[in-house]
């Protein structure tokens, strides 16, 4: 299972990679293999406020539907709208298949995040 150094991660299997005060979010490797094949995935609209612990997206696999949930609070900047025709890029690279970006509203709420040797930890807890 691959885990980039440098991100955060929630204990819900999404990542966070922070630039200034905004921040593009995914699902971690182990969420897309856990997931299998995915096959569609429902993106938020641009300007959405989102808190955090909000579902934001939903992704459906071969195997089943889950939600994803906001690990920080933002305001939706951008979607990856290439995810609408390829949903299967966040099989292939989840973590250059980035779902949102947004402008964080409280930066302190990262410290509430894993950091990669954390989530690593965490991981082959769960595994």
Known sequence: MKVVKGLYYSEDHEW???EGDEAYIGISDF????????????????DDELEK???????????AASDVYMPVSGKVLEVNEDLLDS?????????????VKIELTDKSQLDDLMSSEEYEEFTSEEA
């Open 87 to 99: 949903p299967e890029l966040l099989n292939s690279d989840p973590f250059e298949s980035w779902i």
């Open 53 to 63: 612990e909000d579902d934001f997206s939903a992704v459906e696999s071969v195997k």
């Open 16 to 18: 966070v990679k922070v």
């Open 31 to 46: 969420a897309q293999h856990q997931l299998g094949d995915i096959v569609y995935i429902e993106l938020p609209e641009i």
